[in-house]
């Protein structure tokens, strides 16, 4: 990694490393979990950290990203356990010392495909802190982790007076461009907030969003080949729109359905499109953004089961439709 990406990351120390390679662990398919991931702990730094606060101020994120993460509040939801962090698990996987025993955490609704700087980014800033948990969704994945939304108060870092906002840690990443927003049917309440943090970080070029390798993709079949097996975040305009008698959508994005590159939704998963306006009369001629696991299909294909992954793009393919 390039010295003046460590500097916008804010890393407190960053040797040179290989490129991660895409499909990383913490985003293989399944229900929010690594198709793999090793039972061991990486401990945090016994030494204490610097104020958190103080710490995720030093992102080399302008005034303004900053303002906006003030604006967006603490996540919403209902409240979890708290508890003292004591190490990584996985690049977006805590662990927390509770009353209850030791609890090992998957940040919710996000990824990263930079999982080395993010571990080593929440490490350093986490080391010491008391988190609190909040849930907006699905609380356990198959692992029996916590997928929640994780916290720090200012006072109990000393830093803020009374009534300041907690810090909000998947907010803080996307911000930083630590991570991209990965919602899950199950756990998408925040998706739109942390949309639009990701819209600014990306526009800023700010972490991995520095790195072509990471940015958005075409919709290419022959390049998006080489992405099988990985999630991406895919852009580009719907040639071709059709729901099947069986009440499946597919979305079509060039002239052969049968090796283009095609994005599908289940009938199960139709009508949320639908009532949203965005079936396939809709979508028909528009550009689209769309986010998941690439797999093969009659050409490389997305699979949606939520809205939540599916942005609507002006003729700008900077600017998007919330959704």
Known sequence: MHRSV??????AACEPTAA???GTPESR????????????????PESPAPPLIQAMDE??????????IADVGPPQGEAGEDGRFIGMAGALTLQLETPGGVLEVRLAEIDTPVPAETEAWLADRLAGQSLALTYSGL????????LAHVSVSPTA?????????PVWIQARLVAAGLARVMSHADNQAHAAVLLRLEAEARE????????????????NPDARAQDIGSAQIVAGRVTDAVQLDSGRIYLNFGSDYRSDFTVRIDAGDSQAFLDADLGPEALLGRRVRVRGWLVEENGPMIRLDHIAR????????????PR
């Open 6 to 11: 460590c500097l916008v990351l804010g890393l």
């Open 20 to 22: 991660a390679p895409e």
């Open 29 to 44: 398919p399944g229900p929010h979990a690594e198709a793999q991931r090793s039972g061991s702990v990486r401990n945090a």
């Open 59 to 68: 992102d080399g994120m302008a005034p303004l990203v900053e303002a906006t």
């Open 139 to 146: 609380r356990r994945d198959r692992y029996a982790r916590a």
């Open 157 to 165: 870092t000393g830093s803020g007076g009374a009534g300041a906002a």
């Open 204 to 219: 800023g070029r700010r972490g991995l969003w520095q790195d072509p390798a990471h940015g958005i993709r075409d919709t």
């Open 310 to 321: 599916l942005e609507v793009l002006e003729d700008n393919p900077a600017d998007a439709r």
